[in-house]
C-alpha cells in the first residue's frame, strides 16, 4: 500500500544492514539521511566506521547519496567527507527531489532504497516513490519533541515486528 509507511525492513542501526543485503534486493542507489541515522543532530564528526561502511556499498556497485531535509551545513560536511552526492533541503517525504536524482542517475526507482531513522518522512517518502526503504532507531532522543515524534511512529514499527513474526511463523514446519 503506498500511503502505508511500514519499512521493508527494520534494524537498530545502519550497520545492520550490509551491501550484500542491499544488493540482494537488487539495489543500485542508496539514499541515506543523516541526522539521527549516520550521526545525532550535535555531531558533525566522520568516524572510521562510518566510512567503511559506506565504501562497502561502492565495492558492491551500491552508489551511497545523501538525502537530508536538513537545512544547514550538514548535508554538505557528511557528503565531502564521505565523497558522496548529496542534496540537503530534501523536503521528505515529498518526493521531487529523490526524483530528480534518479533521473540523473538513470536508475529506476524499484533499484533504489533509502535508509532513514523516521516513519514519516524517509518511509513515507520511499513509500510514496516506490522504493525499498529501511528503518533504523534513531541515535538519540534527548530533545523531547524528538521523543514525542518517536512515540508517534511507535504503531508502524509494532506492525513491522507484527508481521515478521507472523512471516517466521509460516516459515516454521
Ligand atoms: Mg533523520
Redesign the pocket.
Known amino acids: 500500500m503506498k500511503f502505508w509507511p511500514v519499512p521493508h525492513l527494520m534494524v537498530d542501526s545502519i550497520y545492520d544492514v550490509s551491501a550484500e543485503t542491499l544488493k540482494d534486493f537488487g539495489v543500485l542507489l542508496l539514499f541515506i ?5 549516520i550521526a545525532p543532530y550535535s555531531d558533525n564528526k566522520v568516524y572510521p566506521r562510518l566510512s567503511e561502511w559506506i565504501e562497502g556499498f561502492r565495492k558492491k556497485g551500491i552508489e551511497p547519496y545523501i538525502l537530508s531535509n536538513n537545512r544547514g551545513q550538514r548535508p554538505k560536511i557528511f557528503a565531502k567527507a564521505l565523497s558522496v552526492g548529496y542534496v540537503g533541503k530534501a523536503r521528505k517525504p515529498s518526493t521531487k527531489t529523490l526524483k530528480r536524482v534518479l533521473e540523473e542517475k538513470g536508475v529506476p526507482r524499484e533499484r533504489a532504497a533509502i535508509i ?3 516513519i514519516y ?2 518511509v513515507l517518502c520511499a513509500r510514496l516513490a516506490g522504493m525499498f526503504s529501511v528503518l533504523v532507531r ?1 541515535l538519540s532522543l534527548k530533545n523531547p519533541l524528538l521523543a514525542a515524534r518517536y512515540g508517534l511512529e511507535m504503531p508502524f514499527r509494532i506492525i513491522y515486528k507484527l508481521r515478521q513474526r507472523r512471516s517466521k511463523r509460516k516459515q516454521t514446519p
Request: aromatic share 0%; glycine share 10%.
Open positions: 539521511d543523516v541526522d539521527n541515522t532513514g531513522d523516521q518522512t524517509d534513531p
